[in-house]
């Protein structure tokens, strides 16, 4: 018998399979708790519990860099507290909003963007004037506790009038309908926001960093081995692994996750059931900065 402690459940039924059908299995995203991440949860939860109904209402914004985990956060915090049928029945109660930030941001497509993630079929939207007030209509009707806006730094790409435009209907809905805004980005997130005095000191700052060396990271690539799909432990939190691991990654979350789904597809394809360091050196991973690099001298 194999021993497949070193996995969780699910994982140790996957891997029985044959290695092809493990491949296959490498694209499934499975959520893998961490510090930071359960601190940010928390604070979410404070919020929706605390916040509805405030005079002014505390809000967040959760900054860190491109593919470190910030929208994981949001989905998981959303898929807590799902939209659900009112109790008789008649409509439906949305107690966490999630939209995005548009790219091109205007006030026109942000308040598209909340009628849609509230069902509002398009052509029903009506003018201008009649989408806000439909909207704010809509948010109180399906009972929104708490609004979630990714992308935010989108913001910065429009002209310094637009950006005021938004960041003040920002303020308004937080304000009119008392409910607490949790915005997600890099950090130009934080530097639209910062733009807006007012609304600055309405946001609490919570950062994603990169990954550094350390127990954490120790913590969070144990984690990661309990849903890789191998029948024998790699001790990925083992020092020199670990440091390796996080020099090829560049130290975000995404792209730990995609350099290990990828030296798991090495490893099975020559037959391992464990990834080492001989194995993580010979996968075919392309850090972000090294794909940059690539791409700028295919454009030279
Ligand atoms: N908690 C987690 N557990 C497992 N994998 C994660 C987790 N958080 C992030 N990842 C991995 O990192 C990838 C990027 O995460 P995410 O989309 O949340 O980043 P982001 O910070 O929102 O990036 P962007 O600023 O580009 O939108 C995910 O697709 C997933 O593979
Ligand atoms: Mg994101």
């Not at 809509?138 to 929104?144: E, I, N």
């Not at 733009?195 to 990954?211: A, G, K, T, V, Y």
């Not at 692994?241 to 792209?255: A, C, N």
């Not at 597809?265 to 090294?290: H, K, M, N, W």
Request: with cysteine; glycine share 6%; net charge neutral.
């Amino acid at each position: 018998m194999v021993n497949l402690a070193h996995l969780r459940p699910e994982t140790q039924a996957l891997a029985g399979l044959p290695g092809v059908e493990r491949l296959a299995s490498l694209r499934i995203e499975h959520w893998i708790g961490y510090t930071r991440a359960h601190r940010v949860l928390a604070q979410l939860e404070a919020l929706l519990t605390h916040e509805p109904g405030q005079v002014r209402p505390r809000n967040l914004l959760i900054v860190g860099p491109t593919n470190n985990g910030k929208t994981m956060i949001a989905e998981k915090f959303h898929r807590t507290h799902p939209p659900r049928t009112a109790d008789d029945g008649e409509y439906e109660v949305i107690p966490v909003l999630r939209v995005q930030m548009p790219a091109e941001a205007t006030t026109r497509r942000l308040y598209s963007a909340l009628l849609i993630a509230m069902g509002t079929p398009v052509g029903l939207q009506g003018h201008n004037d009649l989408r806000e007030a439909l909207a704010v209509r809509l948010l109180r009707a399906v009972g929104v506790r708490l609004l979630i806006i990714d992308e935010v730094h989108n913001l910065l790409g429009a002209t310094a009038r637009r950006q005021r435009e938004l960041l003040n209907l920002l303020r308004f809905l937080g304000n009119e309908l008392r409910i607490p805004l949790v915005c997600l980005g890099t950090r130009d997130a934080y530097l639209a926001i910062r733009s807006d005095d007012q609304l600055e000191n309405r946001f609490h700052p919570l950062l994603l960093p990169r990954w550094e060396e350390g127990d954490e990271l120790a913590r969070l690539l144990a984690s990661f081995e309990t849903v890789l799909p191998l029948r024998e432990p790699s001790q990925l939190a083992s020092a020199p692994l670990r440091e390796l691991i996080l020099r090829r990654s560049e130290g975000t979350i995404g792209e730990i996750a995609l350099l290990l789904a990828d030296a798991t597809a090495t490893a099975l394809r020559q037959g391992e059931e464990r990834i080492t360091g001989a194995i993580i050196e010979q996968t075919d991973y392309q850090a972000p900065s090294v794909r940059r690099r690539l791409i700028e001298r295919e454009l030279r």
